[in-house]
């Protein structure tokens, strides 16, 4: 019985998946595990590479190639290799991500089968950027080794398990899956990881056994904090997330969510209007009922009319001169 399967997904990784798939082939482990990669039509050669591994490794590695992109950066060929799965458990990354140890699948396996309340269990991993952008860093400083629902929901956004670092048990995905609303959110991490807290803690293992690895192609450089878009989908995902907690973390999640608000207002399509960032102005302030001083400079920013600023600062300026004027 396949204890591990580990789900990858691909698309324009020619560069990348080779050092992937060999990093999983060097994994020493106790039980058999399984290689599902989904490849997202991709437009260079990595279907060649994949293709050729399966060839060399037809017992380990199985093949999901879309005929056309499933869309939603990756999201919807992920589910595809989930739903492919036939392992215990499922360990998932991205084509351009790689393991740093030979022992990863082994630790994080002993670690859920020796707590089965656990819904998931994850590790550190390295960031790196591909074209030596930034340097490298940890994903996370972290000391507790259990995080809960209160862990992962905050004023600003939560990101402290990297994708790579991520291990779950397929039959309690297969049986809660995704909620629906969650298909419509570019992020697939954020919501899951939240779903499976709510199922039980998740574990942690101190220790860097991956790599996450921005690259160009990849998703989180669609992650555009100056596009409208990219924006109004946060607000409606944590406007989701809140409905499905009940509002338990609503004065929290009001915040996070006024965050997104602020940042329309420097938004390419929306940085140089009026009446629109009025709206996203006021919306921001009633969410995150921001200090005085935040709140009169948003005001005077984004909320009086620039004619009226105008004629307030003419009156002002001449003000100050009839005032030098007496003086002298």
Known sequence: MIKVSVCVVTYNHEKFVAKMLDSLLMQQTTFPFEIVVGDDCSKDSTVSILKDYQQRFPDQIRLLLHPK??????????????????????????????????????????????????????????????????????????????FTVDDLIGEDELCFIATSSLMFRREDFARNPDPEWTNLSTSGDIPRNIMFATRGPIGYIDEVMSVYRKNRGGASFADNHYGADFLFNRIQLYSNINKELDYKYNET????????????????????????????????????????????????DFIIPPFVMKIYSFLALSLYNLKSKAKA
């Open 69 to 146: 992109n499933m869309g939603l950066n990756g999201k919807f060929n992920a589910l595809a290799t989930f739903a492919a799965a036939k392992g215990e458990y499922i360990a998932q990354f991205d084509g351009d991500d790689y393991l740093l140890t030979n022992d990863k699948l082994q630790k994080q396996v002993e670690m859920m089968d020796a707590n089965p309340h656990y819904s998931a269990c994850f590790h550190n991993a390295r960031v790196i950027f591909d074209d030596n952008a930034a340097p490298p860093y940890l994903v996370n400083t972290l000391t507790k080794r259990e």
């Open 253 to 300: 999640l009001k915040k996070n969510i006024a965050t997104y608000y602020y940042k329309l207002l420097f938004s390419r399509e929306y940085g140089k209007t009026y009446w629109p960032r009025v709206k996203y102005a006021l919306k921001y302030l009633s969410m995150a009922e921001p200090s005085g001083e935040r709140r009169k400079e948003v005001i005077r």
